[in-house]
């Protein structure tokens, strides 16, 4: 199987996240520049990495969204091929239409990176197959804009579809008020589309992959998601 990685302007976790990519699956990631029209006709996941896209100038995502590549990556989506969002990703996801909602700035209108505990919500997916539901995990966020945003009925179809796939918890798995340090509309972390082949995420799994990084609850995500791919 193979994965390819889009790199935008201010892009800073694409080497993190095709390392974890490697470490579960045994391939390379192709990276792609934004500019370029077309994706490998063989990517069975295409994958938008965290960072900055374009300085996050107007909205964190907005120019992204516009990008030449995304026109295919829209493209395959419609056709089924996994794409993955993460941070910026999701934030990129969102502005192109492929995801509903927002992502605002954090209540504390602070930059935030530190760990976090996240309660798997729905494992009924190639993205989350790894875990069990209810399941509790431990993984890196580092983000300024990251308080997930909806109108009152997308945040009832998200729900009562199944399409939230994780919402920050205690470490017990309980919602908390404090645990939902961004403020996220129902503590909402991450999100399927209606089909669940797009996933947006806030938190970078890909960042506990590798003990050295003091954390691997991340390695099941991709371990589970190259096995539901083969």
């Not at 506990?208 to 991709?222: R, S």
Request: aromatic letters at 8%; one cysteine or more.
């Amino acid at each position: 199987m193979h994965a390819a990685i889009v790199i935008f302007p201010g892009s800073n976790r694409e080497r993190d996240v095709a390392l974890a990519w490697k470490r579960a699956s045994g391939r390379e990631a192709v990276r792609v520049w934004h500019r370029e029209a077309s994706l490998p006709d063989d990517a069975d996941l295409i994958i938008l990495p965290g960072g900055f896209a374009y300085g996050d100038y107007l909205r964190c995502g907005a120019m992204a969204a516009h990008s030449p590549i995304m026109r295919e990556v829209k493209a395959r989506a419609e056709r089924g091929v996994p794409v993955l969002g993460i941070c910026n990703g999701f934030q990129i996801l969102t502005e192109a239409g492929m995801l509903p909602g927002a992502l605002l700035p954090n209540r504390s209108l602070a930059f935030t990176c530190k760990d976090v505990h996240l309660r798997v919500e729905n494992n009924q997916t190639i993205f989350t197959c790894g875990y069990a539901a209810g399941q509790t995990i431990r993984v890196p966020v580092a983000h300024h804009d990251g308080c997930y945003a909806a109108d009152a009925d997308t945040l009832d179809r998200l729900d009562g579809e199944g399409l939230v796939a994780f919402r920050y918890c205690s470490p017990a798995g309980d919602l908390t008020e404090e645990d939902n340090f961004n403020g996220s509309a129902r503590a909402i972390a991450g999100i399927f589309n209606r089909g669940r082949t797009v996933l947006g995420l806030m938190p970078h799994p890909e960042n506990a992959t590798d003990p050295l990084l003091g954390g691997t609850d991340g390695q099941a995500f991709f371990a589970g998601l190259v096995a539901a791919l083969q």
